[in-house]
C-alpha cells in the first residue's frame, strides 16, 4: 500500500512511499554506533551523503547492528531497514541482502530515492568486509588506526 502526498509542503515527503517506508522515516530503527564494534563501515553516496555501520558479530551471526547518516529522511529508512534484514543474520547470508531485497522490504521507493538505498546496502557491505578483514587476527584492529 502506497500513500501520495496530496500537498507534499504538508508533512514534508515529497513523493510515494509506502507505509513502511514511512514508518522508518518517521521511528528508524537501529540509530547510534557501537562502542568496540567487531565491523565497521563508512560509505559515501553518490549525493555527497555519508552513511556509517557498526557491527557486533557473535559466532559469525550479526548480533547487533547500528547506523549513523547525515543524509534525508529517505536515506535513514534505507539504512534503518536495511539494518533490521542484517540484524540476526549469519554473515553469509547477510552479505547477499542487495537493492533489490531492500527496495522490497520498503515496499517501493520513488527512483530519486533508489541512491540511498545502494547507500545503506553498500555500508552494510563495507562493515561486513571490515569484519572479514580482522576476523583471524581483530588485535591487528589497533594497528591501522
Ligand atoms: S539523498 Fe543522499 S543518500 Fe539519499
Known amino acids: ?4 502526498n496530496e500537498n507534499p509542503q504538508d508533512n514534508g515527503w515529497p513523493g510515494i512511499f509506502s507505509d513502511t517506508a ?4 518517521e521511528n528508524p530503527q537501529n540509530v547510534g554506533s557501537i562502542h568496540n564494534a567487531d565491523g565497521f563501515g563508512s560509505v559515501d ?5 555519508n552513511m556509517e555501520m557498526w557491527l557486533k558479530i557473535s559466532g559469525d551471526t550479526i548480533d547487533d547492528i547500528k547506523f549513523w547518516t547525515d543524509g534525508c529522511e529517505t536515506t535513514i529508512a534505507a539504512g534503518s531497514i536495511t539494518t533490521l534484514m542484517a540484524r540476526g543474520k549469519p554473515i553469509g547470508e547477510a552479505m547477499k541482502i542487495n537493492e533489490q531485497d531492500v527496495l522490497l522490504a520498503l ?3 520513488p527512483e530519486d530515492g533508489l541512491h540511498c538505498i545502494s547507500l545503506a546496502v553498500k555500508t552494510l557491505k563495507a562493515a561486513i568486509a571490515d569484519y572479514l578483514r580482522y576476523k583471524n587476527d581483530p588485535w591487528k584492529r589497533s594497528y591501522q588506526k
Do not use: A, P, S
Open 107 to 109: 515496499g517501493g521507493f
Open 22 to 25: 514511512i514508518e522508518h522515516m
Open 1 to 4: 500500500m502506497t500513500r501520495q
Open 45 to 49: 553516496g553518490t549525493c555527497g551523503d
